[in-house]
């Protein structure tokens, strides 16, 4: 309900103690107010004089923060206002804790009423009116003008005789200022209200914070905050000053300073320790219980005992008569009493099988003592005796070095034998052993060790592979750097160090054909492709193309047409590499293109399709390591405009238009087609010495001088699927046979390993590695063994060529 200012200030009066009506002002926005009315009791003051008066005398010490002057000179918010409108002499009400101007006629006939209902009270009130004006005195700051003090004066006048039950509603409602002296008309109430001077409802105080009021009074005027102008020095000064600094708190409901008295001090303090708030409340008191245990001597009830309860049931009786019967009978038996002998947990015996324990084989035998012997005797042998150098060196030794732990005595007679003053300190310790000897025991699982070994299939499972020596090609008088065999299998080709190439006939171990060169040969390749009879020959800067005129003629002659059919182009360009035809006695020998290069040639690679030639330059330096020849058009290309490392080999993929460059410590994947690098490998070793890809193309194997061979799987990742250190000494060359799953290593330790590698089609499926055989034969010289292994095309056979200047076959 909506309410005028006026009718705020109505307060109904009977002689009965009254019911006084107070409005709240729920400010829900500062333009409409809305106010709440509810009745409140107001008892006599007459019966609470003497408790006042006690409260008046004490006022000072309980709240002296409102000094006896502050009415007198302290600032008021209405100076310098009279003349609005809106900060008018009614603004204040009693209820607001500022002092009542008075002014009104309503209010001066209402106080006229008051006094005659009240004058029997006069002295209380006046004291009562007094509280009130020290407290708006300290709250409000502005400066009072000479016009308000007179106004004061008369309104103590007409305050003295207000009745005990207007006048005391700032002393009961104001719960924020006056916790300590105010007369609380509800002795036993123990509701937590608010400050009546303040009726903005329990709303929060934030929303005041861009406002200069802060709530309403009973009129429905607003209340204006204190001006806070302290600044920080301000604050500095008053917290060193004021003695009273750190019991001042701020109220928030009307902006004022609280000091909190020392009851009040004590109750914060014990809340802050957890304590209960009253002082005299003790929770340690005993219990007392209801109901007492001890059986009383009257009878809950006076109620006469049952019949039943002294004659004898027949019910029970023919009840007693079977259980005899069945006892009799031997159907009951009766329970067993008690073994009293103790029963002893063995520590040592046999566990339960179902136990965590029982599981394990027990591995820990009960120690046993060693049995007594001569020197324990009270009466030894006089050599078990010792003399008096082997005591001091016993005493010398430390205790866990002694053989004996006991000096060995003689006594006359048993009687004499004293007391083993170690006795209960070892037999502590006996005891302490066998007590914690089980909990010593690991949960060892019994795992059978061959059950640790992966389960790989028997070498027998994995057959055919080379198992024996069975030809070797003796001729060369120098190391054998390089061997390759003919597609057909029918010949193999050997390049030496002594200068010469020589032709073999596989079955038969018989050299066919020898040719001279002009140094030592590097490398030979013969051409993959069946239809073209051509060997590759690498020595210095040199390769040379021979057709060694074995085999098919059709094949030999269809070569050399290959190459006589070239006709140059119109425009001839400048090519990196010199080519040339054989002529007169190397034409005769089978020399057919001669190609000369800036750099020694050390490797020569075909391509699968027998027209690309690969050949190898190392050198760090220069970009020019790498050169690709294209012998039907005599054309040669440098497909690399630098290179990153020092080049050990290369290889072309046998399906896909792949080229791999093995430097020392990685191999690159190069896509011819799109000129990129797809792949890089991390070979993880040190020097990488020979390469070689799986007839399948997805899997690698690479060769180093730290006798390491790495497999990679290059669709699982850059780095090795497995590394294999068979070898003891540096691998030399390795190799995949075309057909089988097998591949093989050549090292300096003068060995060949052969393993099994068989690769799934099934790409969940791991790669299956399982070395098969070690193979030897050759002869270390020069600290070399083994420089070059290659498979046939066809059979399970391996050749492999040394240092002692021989190729072996092993099949």
């Avoid at 019911?19 to 509810?38: A, E, K, Q, Y």
């Avoid at 025991?441 to 061959?450: A, T």
């Avoid at 090292?747 to 070395?771: A, F, K, R």
């Amino acid at each position: 309900m909506i309410f005028e200012n006026r009718l705020c200030k109505k307060i109904i009066k009977t002689n009965r103690p009254r019911r006084r009506l107070t409005f709240d002002v729920i400010d829900s926005n500062p333009h409409g107010r809305i106010f709440s009315m509810r009745p409140t009791h107001t008892g006599t003051m007459s019966k609470l004089k003497n408790k006042k008066r006690n409260l008046e005398e004490n006022e000072d010490e309980q709240l002296p923060i409102f000094d006896k002057d502050g009415g007198k000179d302290g600032p008021h918010l209405d100076d310098g206002d009279e003349d609005q409108g809106d900060l008018s002499e009614s603004e204040e009400s009693v209820f607001s804790g500022l002092e009542e101007s008075g002014s009104d006629s309503d209010d001066e006939e209402e106080e006229e009423e008051d006094e005659e209902d009240g004058s029997e009270e006069k002295s209380s009130d006046v004291e009562e009116d007094k509280t009130d004006r020290q407290l708006s005195a300290k709250e409000v700051i502005k400066p009072q003008t000479d016009v308000q003090n007179s106004k004061e004066k008369k309104k103590k006048k007409k305050a003295a005789g207000k009745e005990g039950g207007e006048e005391s509603v700032v002393a009961d409602r104001d719960s924020g200022l006056q916790i300590s002296s105010q007369v609380d008309e509800y002795e036993h109430d123990t509701s937590d209200e608010e400050d009546i001077r303040n009726t903005v409802g329990n709303i929060p105080m934030e929303w005041y914070k861009d406002y200069p009021h802060i709530g309403y009074d009973l009129d429905g005027k607003k209340l204006f905050k204190p001006i806070r102008n302290k600044d920080e020095l301000d604050e500095f000064l008053d917290k060193m000053e004021n003695p009273d600094y750190w019991r001042t708190v701020q109220d928030k409901m009307t902006g004022a300073d609280i000091r909190l008295s020392d009851e009040q001090v004590d109750l914060v303090h014990r809340l802050q320790q957890g304590k209960f708030g009253d002082v005299n409340f003790n929770e340690y008191e005993p219990a007392i219980d209801f109901f007492s245990n001890e059986v009383m001597i009257h009878p809950v009830t006076n109620r006469p005992q049952d019949k039943r309860s002294f004659i004898p049931s027949l019910i029970e009786k023919e009840k007693v008569g079977k259980l005899v019967h069945a006892i009799k009978m031997g159907w009951i038996k009766p329970r067993r009493p008690k073994e009293t002998t103790p029963q002893y947990y063995d520590l040592w015996a046999k566990e339960d099988p179902n136990s965590i324990l029982g599981r394990h084989k027990m591995h820990v035998p009960a120690p046993k003592m060693k049995l007594p012997g001569h020197e324990e005797s009270y009466n030894p042998p006089p050599e078990y005796l010792m003399s008096e150098e082997e005591r001091l060196a016993w005493e010398q030794q430390d205790p866990e070095d002694r053989k004996l732990s006991f000096l060995p005595q003689k006594f006359a007679c048993l009687r004499a034998v004293p007391a083993y003053s170690r006795f209960i300190h070892e037999r502590f310790e006996r005891c302490l052993d066998l007590y914690l000897c089980p909990r010593q025991r690991k949960m060892r699982v019994n795992v059978n060790p061959e059950d640790l070994i992966p389960k790989l299939p028997k070498p027998k499972d994995l057959q055919p592979f080379p198992t024996t020596q069975s030809l070797v090609y003796r001729g060369h008088s120098s190391l054998v750097r390089s061997i390759s065999v003919s597609p057909s299998g029918q010949w193999l080709v050997s390049g030496s160090d002594d200068c010469t190439v020589r032709f073999w006939e596989v079955s038969t171990a018989r050299c066919l054909k020898t040719v001279e060169v002009g140094g030592a040969v590097k490398g030979v390749a013969w051409n993959p492709n069946p239809s073209i009879c051509l060997v590759a020959v690498s020595y210095d800067d040199t390769v040379v193309l021979l057709n060694p005129g074995l085999g098919d003629r059709l094949v030999c002659t269809a070569s050399d047409q290959l190459i006589s059919s070239y006709e140059e182009p119109e425009e001839v360009k400048d090519q990196l590499v010199q080519w040339a035809v054989a002529e007169g006695e190397g034409h005769e020998q089978g020399h057919r293109l001669i190609l000369k290069h800036p750099k020694a040639v050390r490797q020569v690679t075909w391509h699968g399709k027998g027209d690309y030639l690969a050949c190898v330059m190392p050198d760090n330096g220069s970009s020019l390591q790498v050169v690709i020849h294209q012998v039907s058009k005599r054309r040669t290309q440098n497909p690399f405009r630098k290179n990153k490392g020092l080049v050990q080999c290369v290889s072309f993929h046998p399906i896909r238009p792949y080229f791999f460059v093995a430097t020392q410590r990685y191999v690159r994947v190069y896509n011819l087609i799109k000129q990129e690098l797809t792949k890089k490998l991390m070979a993880n070793c040190k020097w990488i010495s020979s390469m070689a890809i799986h007839p399948g193309g997805d899997n690698v194997i690479c060769g180093s001088y730290d006798c390491r061979l790495a497999w990679f799987d290059l669709d699982l990742s850059t780095k090795p699927y497995k590394v294999l250190r068979h070898h003891k000494k540096a691998l030399r060359s390795v190799a995949y046979h075309r057909h089988y799953p097998l591949f093989a290593s050549g090292s300096d330790d003068g060995s060949v390993i052969v393993c099994h590698g068989m690769v799934y089609n099934d790409l969940l499926q791991n790669p299956l590695i399982v070395p098969v055989k070690v193979l030897k034969g050759h002869t270390i010289t020069h600290d070399l063994g083994v420089l070059d292994v290659t498979f046939h095309p066809t059979q399970p056979w391996v050749f492999s060529s040394g240092s002692d200047g021989t190729v072996r076959l092993f099949t």
